[in-house]
């Protein structure tokens, strides 16, 4: 039986989970101020409903210039205080929470004016080609940010979380420091290689390991597509995504976390693997897959309006199974019911997600509100 294999516990340093389904990082724009404390009910619900690692959504570090919207979720200051109780919500039910450190770099949200105490900040100011937003970051901004990643880290240790995500995916950030395209810089954090550009993204990782410890788990979202690109691609070839992450597992990740648009989407000719699959078999490390888990499309189809439908997870279970990825992470399934996991362990229909789901509140009214 395939599904048995989502039903094994995991372990690795810090992070253990009774089972292998996390909860996808997914922004609910619903923490005004970036304080966590609406969010402890709606992810005590998920674990309740079968999930057994919480993947925050995405919380700023210490740097005014970290969120797109007035809700971003924030990882310091006075949203401290709110964060032991949920943590404490997740735990109680049995689950690892485990939060995704995230800046938004260039990246303002989509139809959003909202923006930031100090301009939008980047390597060259460009969220994309023909794209440009706020400042080019200094020498200075670059430092003040690895070392606001690094506190971040360190307060996700001390307050108790089982670990922490650093997210370099999607366009954001870190990912705009390594994308050709919007990294144009001559200096040190720039240059013609992946290699050169990926200099900024390790140095957070190193000084994100060196905050927490050599026992606490770090784990590293990537992705090849972009949010103003889905369709670009930062390797082509296997030895490239070798030559990418190599170093990033020797900077201290220990849990690489893949965001495809597709779980299945085959990623270089000649296997069905996709970049989850690959990274697995290359680097050797536990890998977290998402995209499209029980759900037909991609959740960017689902922004634009077009529903997700529920799909069999026998298929993603079987592949898990068999060793080429190690959990899955669930966005649109669990927005559309927080008893997923549940729903899948008991061979129950699993249900549709609607445009109107990304975007709902937190409470269960607004949870139960017809799709
Ligand atoms: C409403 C919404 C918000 C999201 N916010 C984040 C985020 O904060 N950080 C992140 O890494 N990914 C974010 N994502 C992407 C999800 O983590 C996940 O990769 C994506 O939804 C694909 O999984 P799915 O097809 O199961 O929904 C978000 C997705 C959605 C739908």
């Given at each position: 039986m395939a599904l048995d294999a989502l039903f094994e516990p995991f372990?690795?340093?810090?992070?253990?989970?009774?089972?292998?389904?996390?909860?996808?990082?997914?922004?609910?724009?619903?923490?005004?101020?970036?304080?966590p404390a609406p969010l402890a009910d709606f992810y005590r619900r998920r674990v309740e409903g079968g999930a057994s690692l919480i993947l925050t959504e995405g919380a700023n570090p210490a740097r005014d210039a970290a969120g797109n919207d007035p809700c971003s979720l924030k990882l310091h200051g006075r949203t401290l205080e709110s964060w032991p109780g949920v943590i404490e919500a997740v735990h109680e039910a049995g689950g690892a929470i485990v939060p995704q450190i995230w800046h938004c770099g260039a990246t303002a949200k989509p139809g959003q004016p909202w923006t930031p105490p100090t301009p939008f900040e980047s390597p060259s100011g460009r969220q994309a080609p023909g794209m440009e937003r706020g400042v080019v970051m200094d020498t200075a901004a670059i430092e003040a940010t690895i070392a606001a990643f690094a506190g971040a880290a360190a307060t996700a240790k001390a307050l108790g979380f089982d670990g922490v995500e650093v997210h370099a995916g999607h366009g954001y950030l870190l990912d705009q420091f390594m994308w050709s395209a919007t990294n144009s810089r001559t200096d040190h954090w720039g240059g013609p290689t992946l290699a050169d550009r990926s200099r900024f993204p390790l140095a957070v990782v190193r000084a994100v390991r060196a905050a927490v410890g050599p026992d606490f788990?770090?784990?590293?979202?990537?992705?090849?597509?972009?949010?103003?690109?889905?369709?670009?691609?930062?390797?082509?070839?296997?030895?490239?995504?070798?030559?990418?992450?190599?170093?990033?597992?020797?900077?201290?990740?220990?849990?690489?976390?893949?965001?495809?648009?597709?779980?299945?989407?085959?990623?270089?000719?000649?296997?069905?693997?996709?970049?989850?699959?690959?990274?697995?078999?290359?680097?050797?490390?536990?890998?977290?897959?998402?995209?499209?888990?029980?759900?037909?499309?991609?959740?960017?189809?689902?922004?634009?309006?077009?529903?997700?439908?529920?799909?069999?997870?026998?298929?993603?279970?079987?592949?898990?199974?068999?060793?080429?990825?190690?959990?899955?992470?669930?966005?649109?399934?669990?927005?559309?019911?927080?008893?997923?996991?549940?729903?899948?362990r008991y061979g129950l229909p699993l249900s549709a997600c609607s445009p109107a789901r990304l975007t709902a509140g937190l409470t269960p009214s607004d949870q139960e509100r017809p799709a």
């Open positions: 372990a690795l340093k810090s992070l253990r989970t009774s089972n292998r389904i996390a909860m996808a990082s997914m922004a609910r724009w619903a923490t005004p101020g970036g304080d788990a770090i784990l590293l979202r990537i992705s090849q597509w972009k949010s103003a690109d889905p369709s670009a691609r930062l390797v082509e070839t296997p030895q490239a995504l070798e030559a990418w992450l190599d170093p990033f597992i020797d900077a201290g990740i220990d849990i690489v976390s893949v965001s495809q648009l597709r779980w299945d989407a085959a990623e270089f000719e000649g296997s069905p693997m996709g970049l989850a699959g690959w990274t697995r078999t290359l680097l050797g490390v536990p890998v977290v897959l998402a995209g499209g888990v029980g759900m037909s499309g991609d959740f960017i189809q689902t922004f634009m309006g077009q529903s997700g439908a529920p799909q069999s997870v026998e298929p993603v279970a079987a592949r898990l199974a068999a060793g080429e990825f190690d959990l899955i992470a669930v966005g649109r399934g669990m927005l559309a019911d927080p008893d997923w996991g549940r729903r899948v």
